[in-house]
Nanobody, 117 residues
Framework: QVHLVESGGGLVQAGGSLRLSCVAS????????MGWYRQAPGNQRELVAA???????NYADSVKDRFTISKGNRKNTLLLQMDNLQREDTGTYYC???????????WGQGTQVTVSS
């Protein structure tokens, strides 16, 4: 069973930075795609950034030039460097992963990011 664990969330002032990490365990394969969604209270979950195994990235317009998604050093590890955070970045950030041979998208439990003014 694939299991995803996120870390790195917290409280930060506007203009500050955080780095989120996500570790996916339980798969013998390397991921096809991993990424981050976020959800603020009262809002729908939205894609923040995604990364394919081939290195192709995709960002929400609202985070381009501020957030950077990358692979971690460990297998099936994902990072999200978030710079110049703004209040509208506040929310719960969820990591997901997709693997070869499985139609499922696996999700983590989420990590809270709160940006204060």
């Amino acid at each position: 069973q694939v299991h995803l664990v996120e870390s790195g969330g917290g409280l930060v002032q506007a203009g500050g930075s955080l780095r989120l990490s996500c570790v996916a365990s339980g798969s013998i394969f390397s991921f096809n795609r991993m990424g981050w969604y976020r959800q603020a209270p009262g809002n729908q979950r939205e894609l923040v950034a995604a990364l394919t195994s081939g290195g192709i990235t995709n960002y929400a317009d609202s985070v381009k030039d501020r957030f950077t998604i990358s692979k971690g050093n460990r297998k099936n590890t994902l990072l999200l460097q978030m710079d110049n955070l703004q209040r509208e970045d506040t929310g719960t950030y969820y990591c997901y992963a997709e693997f070869p041979g499985s139609p499922s998208r696996f999700w983590g439990q989420g990590t809270q990011v709160t940006v204060s003014s």
